[in-house]
């Protein structure tokens, strides 16, 4: 990196998750106007400052897998439970290449081949601290579903399964609604890094730029939560409205358009969290390109 650094790469992180919350508005997220119930502002706060511990270990190079379940787990040292289990996923490794001065399309998708069955083991250990929405797992893998957690060793193993082969399983499904953190994962993050460029050509404060960062990545595939909560056809639509929300803010130069969305969705009970993930992976790639904070 030529440039000096600012902070350390698992900083850098930590601001990240900071920032995509305090990006405002975000339809159907939190965000620092509103709150989902009992899931709260704070809450995001919190768990950011808690992952750092499992952000610095990806930084001094301890297995992915394992960085990645302690994050998960200091993350969940507050009240409302997952606030950003999606967004640790996609930010482990980035954070274990940057520290290798060597954050490129091509190091992730190194960075994530590298990963081991014992990573895997990890990965669905990290489930046991919080409750993740997912979708069933693919017709004749229910011994994979995360959900069982530390259950699912036995077949991990049988199966030699990696932390990079176990998120595949979600990346492609042969119907619905694809996991964009998965698709990241399998090809060498993509959406994150043609994020970061738009957020850096972009001009504004920096939370106006991840608030229409979010609209731009949610305009341009269906996201992945809702479709788990809510069903493709939501999905889609929920897709939809962005695009056309977007467009508004596009032509108007104000983030008003977008306001009027967020209460909408927060009324409909739309929370495009994965959409957000993508948007804390982005700010990070970043802010370690040298975005002014």
Request: with cysteine; proline share 6%.
């Amino acid at each position: 990196m030529t440039r000096e650094r600012v902070r350390s790469p698992a900083e850098s992180a930590e601001l990240a998750l900071l920032l995509e919350v305090a990006g405002t508005p975000k339809p159907g997220n939190v965000d620092r106007h509103r709150d989902l119930g009992e899931l709260r502002f704070e809450q995001f706060l919190a768990g950011s400052v808690g992952s750092a511990r499992g952000l610095r270990m990806a930084a001094a190079g301890a297995p992915l897998g394992r960085a990645f379940e302690r994050a998960v787990a200091g993350m969940s040292g507050q009240s409302g439970g997952n606030t950003q289990f999606g967004c640790l996923l996609l930010l482990t490794p980035l954070v274990r290449v940057a520290a290798r001065d060597d954050l490129s399309p091509e190091a992730v998708d190194a960075c994530c081949r590298e990963t081991t069955v014992e990573d895997a083991v990890a990965f669905y250990r990290a489930f046991e601290h919080v409750d993740v929405a997912v979708g069933d797992p693919p017709e004749g893998a229910t011994d994979l579903d995360a959900r069982r957690g530390s259950a699912a060793e036995p077949a991990l193993r049988d199966r030699s399964l990696t932390l990079r082969g176990v998120v595949a399983l979600s990346a492609d499904p042969d119907e619905g609604i694809p996991d964009t953190n998965a698709q990241e994962w399998t090809e060498g993050f993509p959406r994150t890094f043609a994020a970061t460029a738009e957020l850096l050509a972009d001009d504004g404060p920096v939370l106006d730029r991840a608030a229409r960062c979010f609209l731009r990545e949610l305009a341009a595939q269906p996201d992945t939560l809702v479709a788990t909560n809510h069903g493709p056809e939501t999905a889609r639509e929920t897709q939809s409205r962005a695009a056309e929300t977007l467009e508004a803010v596009q032509d108007t130069g104000s983030l008003d358009p977008a306001e009027e969305l967020a209460e909408a969705f927060v009324a409909e009970g739309i929370n495009p969290g994965t959409t957000a993930d993508r948007v804390a992976s982005a700010l990070f790639v970043a802010l370690e390109r040298g975005l002014e904070i």
